[in-house]
């Protein structure tokens, strides 16, 4: 890679600004001797932003290293969110599956890093402004993506599936689609429609893969030292981005639709991996659980 960009002006406020949170944490976990997932883009997108000036990009710049709530704990439940999409991904792939829709792509640069196999199509919709930051990036460093990348500014709160299959999408093959950190911010109405939205799109043997919280924070997780930590650290009051309606139960309503789905805790993950957060008294992280579902083929 060639050197980074020059500063931009901004990826933009709320939602979007967690995007380069999540950068910095791929860019520090993308360092440690242990790495569950290594992302070399990462660390560009943060040194190329001005609303990221500062942040860490290595272990050695957390302050207090893994004690740290935002840059140590949460940065480490970030890498082994990449490390199983990843790997969710790729077993998609392998099935046989050549068309990934990435849903609130932010700054994810697995068109780039991942082997995917021959005749992979990797779809990115997210809003022009943080595709136009990426992609100024991206050029800067002459990246060159290992699947076809199809970037797609688009509202997800608006006709995003007229747009997708204007842009070549085809419903009628099997799709590998992707909803990371996508539909913990959406209102409950949102949600159902992307999930509709979805289950219309998708041929028999796609899947679908997304992050969500059982329930509403409670109290006792609303005062975990993360949120703190967060809003003193970067200025992202993550607490006031996260919908507070009681949440659908999306995973049901694919089960209703012909979908089989299972509701998993990232700590299963962790023991799994023997890497990555465990649970701790007011817990942030207590009621994130993933969904991965599969639309069986005939």
């Not at 460093?141 to 709160?157: N, S, Y």
């Amino acid at each position: 890679m060639v050197g980074t960009a020059h500063r931009d002006t901004g990826i933009g406020e709320g939602v979007a600004r967690t995007a380069l949170m999540i950068a910095a944490a791929r860019a520090i976990e993308t360092h440690r001797p242990d790495a569950l997932a290594r992302d070399g883009y990462a660390e560009h997108f943060v040194l190329a932003a001005r609303d990221a000036a500062g942040w860490p990009v290595r272990p050695e710049q957390v302050p207090d290293g893994d004690a740290n709530p935002l840059w140590g704990r949460l940065a480490r439940y970030f890498g082994l969110r990449t490390r199983v999409l990843d790997d969710h991904l790729l077993r998609s792939a392998r099935t046989g599956i050549r068309q990934v829709v990435l849903l609130g792509a932010g700054l994810d640069s697995r068109a780039f890093r991942l082997d995917w196999p021959p005749g992979c199509v990797v779809y990115e919709i997210d809003t022009l402004g943080v595709l136009r930051f990426k992609q100024r990036v991206l050029d800067g460093l002459c990246a060159v993506p290992k699947a076809v990348r199809v970037p797609i500014g688009a509202d997800l709160g608006t006709d995003w599936a007229g747009a997708l299959t204007g842009a070549g999408f085809d419903p009628g093959v099997p799709t590998a689609w992707l909803a990371e950190g996508l539909l913990l911010y959406l209102p409950a109405a949102a949600e159902r429609r992307l999930v509709d939205t979805v289950d219309g799109l998708s041929a028999d043997g796609s899947t679908l893969m997304y992050e969500i919280k059982l329930g509403l924070e409670s109290p006792e997780s609303r005062d975990s030292p993360l949120y703190a930590s967060a809003k003193e650290q970067i200025g992202v009051d993550l607490l006031t981005l996260f919908d507070e309606e009681p949440r659908p139960d999306s995973a049901a309503d694919l089960v209703g639709r012909g979908w089989s789905a299972s509701v998993r805790s990232p700590f299963d993950f962790t023991r799994r991996l023997g890497r990555g957060p465990l649970p701790e008294p007011r817990d942030a992280l207590a009621g994130n659980h993933w969904v991965f579902a599969d639309r069986p083929g005939r």
